[in-house]
Nanobody, 126 residues
């Protein structure tokens, strides 16, 4: 059984930083496409960032230079480092796992991922 458990969300002031973690069981992160998505109230879920099995990284334009994805294979965990947070970053952040051989254009699509975590709330105060 594959499980993804996110943590690290919380309340932060604008300009601050947070690091989200996604602990994965039942699947190896180094053999998967791993992604982070977010959904703000009243909005559709949107792609944030992903990392391929080979370490390639894909970022949404709105987070480039502010967010960084990484993984620890020994801990089977994926991280999302978020800096310079602003009010528009307020959302529930979800971790997702997909097939190893995901097409490059597929990383930004939620349909490419098989498993999802329960989400962690990030609230940025202005």
């Amino acid at each position: 059984q594959v499980q993804l458990v996110e943590s690290g969300g919380g309340l932060v002031q604008a300009g601050g930083s947070l690091r989200l973690s996604c602990v994965v069981s039942g699947r190896t992160v180094s053999s998967s496409a791993m992604g982070w998505f977010r959904q703000a109230p009243g909005k559709y879920r949107e792609f944030v960032v992903a990392i391929s099995w080979s370490g390639g990284k894909y970022y949404a334009d709105f987070v480039k230079g502010r967010f960084t994805i990484s993984r620890d294979n020994a801990k089977n965990t994926v991280y999302l480092e978020m800096n310079s947070l602003n009010f528009e970053d307020t959302a529930v952040y979800y971790c997702a796992a997909g097939p190893k051989y995901t097409a490059s254009w597929g990383y930004s699509s939620g349909a490419s991922y098989d498993y999802w975590g329960q989400g962690t709330q990030v609230t940025v105060s202005s």
